[in-house]
């Protein structure tokens, strides 16, 4: 009996908690171990578990490291990893990985301590744009204060919310759940302080352009250790506590932004200049040469074409806003040591291959992918009646309307360029595996 015992024990040993010095499989210049396998499904967040039970996953994952070590050694080989073009995206990723590591932490430091409150309420919204509207409001004034005398005969609350309330919260018979003070409307929250537990408004409230019924449910005191107990919806305390996270971040930030010794032009300057300075933190400078590569790369890994236009003002604006709160982030996390963490370390090590691996292998075939007028016009001429046409509706008959060339021109473009794109990669894959001399060795990868 006890030998039958620990031979089960040995078959339900998960795969992953083998020996981490297992090797999965080799390539030229080195193997690919259980160890390396499990740190870059982390890396990814990626569940090993899952990926252990399915060998087609196993064997993908696998395939996908070999293809990344052999590119990377392709393209330091080529000096890409120097290139300034490729430094400013590494280190782009770099601050914003440190900066989200930094911001989780910060987040599990997080305390709150706030007064709460589960409230219902009846809102109905007032209108007031034009002088035909004087009836409406006189006879919605005249429905909320039916609705008081309603609820002195015993009516219920939330009954009468469902049926009359015009806010959203009616799908919910009105109940709003328990809500932070913080964040409540300044005359909701007047309201409820006049009010004990289980107790409405006697007299309607005017909040705004609306006139309100509020009833208190019960009061709280909400804190970082409680509100999961408290709040049981699960999406209503993340909600909360991202309202807390996001409060304390901002003071974080704005605190930062008295501290370090900051330049910004992001409001004011032109984006024409590639040697334009539009912010630099501790005297290290970001320029719009800098935001204009990483537009342009980010757009065509999103999109799997380059972009055919110049980026408006706004979305640079938008852009250089949310690289400077990174870059923030990173230089305080980086004076706080995060940047010594193992776990970001790790992580670090994984992404930064990954993106060299990446860019390099994008930017050689782009090369190779470019699409001709020729391409897009023979692909326009085989498939107009086929592929390109609207159906309208004419004298109740739905008709085929073709779309002029002008019209789909860009998009055949773009869909060219990512089908000659995805084939350009499936071959670099294919050819880099096989002129790595890339080879299982473990049987738990090898799919019949």
């Known amino acids: 009996m006890k030998a039958f015992l620990v031979l089960a024990l040995i078959f339900v040993i998960p795969l992953s908690c083998k020996k981490g010095n297992d090797i999965f499989a080799t390539i030229n210049g080195g193997n690919i171990t259980r160890s390396e396998f499990n740190d870059w499904l982390e890396s990814r967040n990626i569940p090993q578990e899952s990926v252990y039970k399915d060998r087609y996953s196993m064997s993908d994952y696998l395939r996908q490291i070999a293809v990344e070590k052999l590119t990377v050694i392709k393209a330091e080989k080529a000096e890409y990893n120097k290139e300034k073009k490729y430094k400013t995206l590494e280190n782009t990723l770099y601050k914003n990985l440190l900066a989200t590591f ?27 744009d034009h002088i035909k509207d004087f009836l409406i409001e006189e006879n919605k004034k005249k429905l909320i204060h039916a609705l008081i005398t309603e609820l002195r005969s015993g009516k219920d609350f939330n009954d009468l919310a469902a049926k009359y309330s015009e806010d959203a919260a009616s799908q919910k018979k009105g109940h709003l759940g328990i809500v932070p003070e913080n964040v409540m409307e300044e005359g909701i929250k007047n309201a409820i302080n006049l009010l004990k537990e289980n107790q409405y408004t006697e007299e309607p409230v005017k909040i705004g352009n609306s006139l309100c019924l509020i009833k208190l449910h019960k009061r709280y005191n909400l804190s970082e250790s409680n509100i999961k107990k408290i709040v049981t919806n699960k999406e209503n305390s993340e909600r909360i506590i991202d309202f807390y996270n996001n409060k304390a971040l901002d003071e974080l930030l704005n605190k930062l932004l008295k501290e370090k010794n900051i330049v910004t032009n992001i409001n004011k300057a032109i984006y024409c200049n590639n040697n334009e300075v539009i912010f630099s933190i501790e005297g290290e400078g970001f320029t719009s040469g800098d935001l204009d590569d990483i537009l342009k790369l980010f757009y065509s890994l999103r999109y799997g074409a380059p972009a055919s236009s110049e980026f408006s003002l706004n979305e640079k604006k938008i852009t250089s806003e949310k690289i400077f709160k990174e870059h923030l982030f990173a230089s305080e996390a980086k004076r706080c040591s995060f940047d010594e963490d193992v776990k970001f370390k790790r992580s670090w090590f994984y992404l930064k291959r990954a993106t060299l691996a990446g860019a ?25 009646t086929s592929k ?11 008709i085929k309307v073709f779309l002029p060339y002008t019209e789909t021109q860009l998009s055949i473009k773009k869909q060219l360029y990512r089908e000659k794109l995805k084939s350009l990669k499936k071959k670099w894959d294919n050819e880099i595996l096989n002129d790595g001399d890339y080879k299982i060795v473990n049987k738990d990868f090898l799919i019949n």
């Open 102 to 128: 930094f911001m989780e932490k910060k987040r599990n430091e997080i305390t709150f301590n706030e007064k709460a409150a589960d409230l219902s309420i009846i809102r109905i919204f007032l209108k007031k």
């Open 388 to 398: 390109y046409y609207k159906i309208k509706k004419k004298n109740n008959k739905e």
């Open 360 to 384: 390099y292998k994008y930017d050689v075939l782009m090369k190779d992918a470019l699409v001709t007028n020729e391409d897009i016009w023979k692909e326009y001429a085989q498939n107009k």
